[in-house]
């Protein structure tokens, strides 16, 4: 296994081939995932590219350069990830409570949508309990555990930054992991054992960007931070790689979850396809839709016969109503 993954690192590590045009091309590719990723968010997004265009010396410089990053490296990302996650979601929120309410009849998924100041609290606080309770705690097993002992992220690349073709690689490598875990891992949730802690994200039907983290802290760490942090750790990614991976990981949920169909943004149907989630609480299980067309679990096919593929998957899906009737007993 150990070998396997070895060869992985060189592959995604190799810098160099025949095949590989100029940097110019990569960094072409890298920016457009990003735009398809974060599906120019009106908030952070270019903000975020214009820093990372013109400052990524100096970024990775300061993130990971000190003797204090070079041993707690996970609790530095962490605490960019944290901040960008509070940034991002409280710009957005501005957006929710600004915008005009023709913007809002045409452009909201939901346009009934009502966000009180209550709800806005209730879920504030509760990132700030998962945030200690398992964010804090993980980062420093992260450390201690694979980073002090030579492994994890290669904090021995640091001294350089990544090439544009490498930082794709490992990207879309940590991406489609991510995709995989968090779809087992949603899915096991909704299963009836599990769904008890599922269902304080599923209390918002009207989701919005700031609480996309909005969790039971056991779903904190199923779904939000194992995904897209312990492929990283595995495959040993560049940390710069996973700065970046934080970004898209923190801005991708946070778009899906903002119940703006933006009008410029039509990749993987988001975020109406996980807003439906939302909704009707036992579609949409995936991330990009093809796990659910290819299961019958999609909204689109609510009320279509059953396949046998459908046959496997439903019975595992409970649902709300499920867990209403559980409580009635
Ligand atoms: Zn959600
Ligand atoms: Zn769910």
Request: hydrophobic letters at 45%; one cysteine or more.
């Amino acid at each position: 296994m150990k070998e396997y993954l070895n060869l992985f690192n060189d592959w995604v590590r190799l810098e160099e081939s025949e095949w590989v045009p100029n940097d110019k091309v990569w960094q072409f590719v890298y920016y457009f995932l990003c735009v398809q990723f974060l599906g120019l968010s009106p908030t952070l997004l270019p903000i975020w590219m214009l820093v990372m265009e013109y400052f990524a010396e100096e970024v990775n410089a300061f993130l990971f350069g000190s003797d204090f990053a070079q041993n707690w490296t996970v609790c530095c990302l962490g605490a960019v990830t944290v901040s960008l996650y509070w940034i991002n979601g409280l710009s957005w929120l501005a957006w929710d409570f600004l915008s005009p309410t023709w913007c809002k009849k045409k452009y909201l998924v939901q346009p009934k949508r009502v966000i009180t100041s209550k709800v806005v609290w209730k879920v504030s606080k509760n990132l700030i309990v998962n945030q200690i309770l398992t964010v804090i705690p993980l980062c420093l097993f992260y450390d201690v555990i694979f980073m002090q002992q030579n492994r994890g992220l290669r904090i021995e690349d640091v001294a350089k930054l990544p090439s544009y073709f490498r930082v794709v690689k490992e990207v879309l490598l940590i991406t489609v992991f991510e995709i995989i875990i968090f779809t087992l891992g949603h899915l096991l949730l909704h299963t009836r054992m599990f769904y008890r802690m599922h269902k304080v994200h599923h209390e918002l039907k009207q989701p919005f960007a700031l609480a996309a983290a909005y969790s039971h802290p056991f779903e904190n760490v199923i779904s939000n931070f194992l995904p897209f942090s312990a492929p990283a750790m595995l495959f040993r990614v560049h940390p710069y790689s996973q700065l970046i991976m934080a970004f898209v990981a923190v801005m991708g949920t946070q778009l899906h979850h903002s119940g703006w169909d933006l009008p410029w943004y039509k990749f993987m149907e988001q975020p109406d396809f996980h807003d439906k989630h939302h909704e009707f609480f036992t579609v949409n299980i995936g991330v990009t839709g093809l796990f659910d067309w290819y299961m019958g679990t999609g909204v689109e096919s609510r009320n279509k016969p059953m396949t046998w593929r459908k046959s496997i998957i439903s019975p595992l899906i409970t649902d709300n109503q499920g867990m209403m009737k559980m409580k009635l007993k």
